[in-house]
């Protein structure tokens, strides 16, 4: 929680210093004169400054003193004469219901900087004491939100909050800003009566008066929906990474001319069952063990060959004939294949060119039914009113006999038929791309085997025409290097291999987290919890508007809060559109209450504190005005609300008086805020 329990404000002239000097009470607090432009917004301008909240009152780019009237900076006016401003500043005395500091922030300082904040650990009265302790922070710059000196930082912990990260315009993560929060509980009168959360600076985060309602009320559904954003993104990295991983291991596979079975392309929960079913063969449709086994035995038969070619010579003669046999059927294939490689690639231009004319006709059909469904009664060419685009003369839209019976379809069957076509050569585009890569495999296996069977046959040729009987066989000793060649790859891409799945098998138990934690998350959006609390802070804010006599509905049936925003609807449309300006600032004041309310209700984050600067807008009418004030009394001390008032009727002075002395306390402005203090 946060209460104010003091606010000093300290103006030095040439004449003494000038301020106010002013304590708050849990319960309702008035800031109350007779007449307007007394300074009772100063008065609430320097808690909001204090707290380094200003820029509730400025925007975005209202930091520092900017926003502070002249009279805190440049001239003070004392009865008519005006005194210079040498330096000023004020403090604010706050609790969280167990500790008490006070806060210091200088408005005007020759050698000091306003983004300077100064927290004494004590009250005021303890601040002159030697034993009180303090530290400085800075306020309103980077890390202001985050960082251990940032003055926000340090709020944001005394006050036991816990600011969640939010998503902000650019897709990064930001702390909901208390800036942000204090908008919707700090109703200033420039631009907080506008609408609800008026006030609220822009920071770049996405749906923030979403979000504050949310950390308000402290619904599940912000940390719902951040625990499905972390799940998506943790579901994209280990998509990304097992379509990484799968492509390697093909990519691996295919170098050593091998294929791959049964080797799952997309995450999914691995047995060991699904693991040893992934298969590597070879060209001959062998298990990689199968035929690293008969390598090693041809290898272990070569090796007892006698290597002299003379002992060899016809059993080379005859291999040197089935190899230039299989040399032209190698070849004649590999032509075969390059031939179906080019019609497979025109089939994937033609496919790609259909799939551009059947999505730019999805689009110029969604646009056509667009603009039929705004009422358009022409568009490009005027088919819409029979009109033939080319020659302009009247055309009938059904070119059968007219007894015959067809049926035509509408924009809107032709899109759903158009996206039909599009999935069908989606699936034809792909598949023919599935088949090219094939063949192109095919063909890169058939074209390494070609170049090792025409090294085979020129070395059977050189041996068959050696000279000398001594020769050592070339056949014989370059089939032994190729086998042992061959059997140490294939044993190494096994390992490789292996070594891989056992990475699948790693993304695998990640893939099993992942869908545990998704289905841990509620069926909804929102959870039931939230449901209810959502559903009181309708009743709530209903019950309020009754009390507060809104009545520009005749029926308050349609009044509802959105779930996609949070904020209060009547059949689905913003209340603001149904309301005349009065009821727009009971809405306010209803909605404000509500959230206070159902935070106090149900244990949310509200800070139990909540300024209105002239509640009375818009010509409120007394009654309403008492409604308004007996609910901010009936909350009672349980939280704490700052209402400045002018007092210019005797209808809203005798509504004040009318209030039990202990459920309110009223602090009287005459004449102007600042006085020479004593």
Partial sequence: MLKINRLRVEINTANGIFGIDKTFYSGLNFIASLENTCGKSSILAAIYYCLGLEQILGGVGGIGSKVLTSAFKSTIDDNGKSWNVTESGAYLEITNGNEVVTIYRNIKAENKDNRLVTVYYGTYDEIGDSKTQSADYYVNIQYAATGQKGFHTF????????????????????????????????????????????????????????????????????????????????????????????????????????????????????????????????????????????????????????????DNFEALNKELSATEMVIPEIEADVHTIAKRLASVSQAVVRLKSDLEIVNSDIRNNEDAARLQKFGSEATDGELFVDICPTCKQHIQDNLLLPGAEAGFMGIEENIRHLKEQRKMLEFSLNSRKNTYDGLQRNKQQLESRLQTLRRLAQTLRSDLNTTTDSEASETIMLKRIEKSSRIEHLQKLQSVVASMIGQLQGLSKQWNIYLDQKAKLPSHAISDSDNEKIELLKTRFNNNLKRYHYSSLSSFNGIDISRESLLPTIDGFDMKFDSSASDGIRVIWAFTMALLQVSIEKNGNHPCLVIFDEPAQQSIVPDDMESFIKSAAELGKSCQIITAITLNSQELIGIINGLNNDSYHKINISGKAFKLLS
């Fill in 155 to 310: 709020l944001e912990n005394f006050l036991h909050l816990e600011l969640p990260l939010v998503r902000s315009s650019d897709g990064n993560e930001r702390k909901l800003y208390l800036q942000i929060i204090f908008a919707s509980m700090f109703i200033e009168q420039k631009h907080g009566w506008s609408d609800i959360l008026s006030g609220m600076p822009i920071f770049g985060i996405r749906e923030s008066k979403k979000r504050v309602i949310e950390f308000i009320l402290g619904l599940d559904t912000l940390k719902n929906e951040k625990e499905r954003d972390r799940l998506n993104a943790v579901k994209s990295q280990i998509e990304y990474e097992w379509k990484q991983l799968v492509s390697q291991i093909q990519r691996t596979v295919y170098a050593e001319t091998c294929n791959i079975l049964n080797l799952p392309m997309c995450p999914r929960v691995l047995t060991e069952k699904d693991c040893s079913r992934i298969t590597i063969t070879t060209n001959s449709t062998n298990e990689i063990s199968e035929e690293i086994d008969q390598l090693q035995k041809e290898y272990a038969g070569l090796r007892q060959l006698k290597p002299k070619v003379l």
